[in-house]
């Protein structure tokens, strides 16, 4: 699947935004990729998530893990893409854990995927996670990158649609400065 492709359904089911957004990182950005109205959509999580998975054949991948809340739907569909397990890392008292009789085997050959990446923030809490638990990293994959590429996390990241999103701290936000009202879409 090509990026634009992925950006045909981003932009058919209404999930870019324009405007004033505070994002979960705590950055303001004049552009918000609302995954949900694309996963509301079983046809088209299907079709991103085949196509993310198949960016990780080959990989010998043996679980697929996100974290909650669109990760997860996410891990679920590229698991079933690949044939594997899935799992999901819940938030608990500041950290991401396995609950639910999910676990990491030691050695086990581990996907981390998320929908959105902006500052890496939520996948590199899962890595961490899924190390502490023995297990190896074989890479991160994403829908929509909206680093422009610039996140390194430490382990191969595929993205299905990559875009330089602007961001700012919002002490030097020039929406704030223009007061723009800014909207909190975000699930933290």
């Given at each position: 699947m090509r990026s634009e492709e992925v950006r045909a359904i981003?932009?058919?089911d209404g999930a870019i935004l324009k405007g004033h957004f505070l994002l979960?990182?705590?950055?303001?950005?004049?552009?918000?990729f609302e995954k949900f109205?694309?996963?509301?959509?079983?046809e088209h999580l299907e079709r991103l998530c085949r196509a993310l998975a198949q960016r990780f054949r080959g990989e010998d991948v043996e679980i697929v893990v996100g974290p909650t809340t669109g990760g997860m739907l996410?891990?679920?569909e590229v698991a079933k893409a690949l044939g594997t397990p899935f799992a999901f890392a819940e938030r608990?008292?500041?950290k991401r854990v396995l609950r639910r009789g999910f676990w990491i085997s030691p050695d086990q050959r581990v996907l981390v995927v998320d929908d959105v990446l902006t500052t890496g923030g939520s996948l590199r809490e899962v890595t961490?996670?899924?190390?502490s638990?023995?297990?190896?990293?074989?890479?991160?994959?994403?829908?929509v990158d909206r680093s422009g590429g610039s996140v390194d996390l430490g382990h191969p990241l595929r993205s299905l649609l990559q875009v330089r999103a602007r961001t700012f701290?919002?002490?030097e936000c020039p929406l704030c400065r223009d007061e723009v009202p800014l909207v909190k879409p975000g699930s933290k």
């Open positions: 981003f932009e058919e979960s990182s705590g950055l303001h950005s004049d552009v918000y109205r694309v996963l509301q959509h079983p996410i891990a679920y608990e008292e500041g961490e996670l899924v190390e638990q023995g297990g190896m990293v074989v890479g991160v994959g994403v829908l701290r919002p002490e």
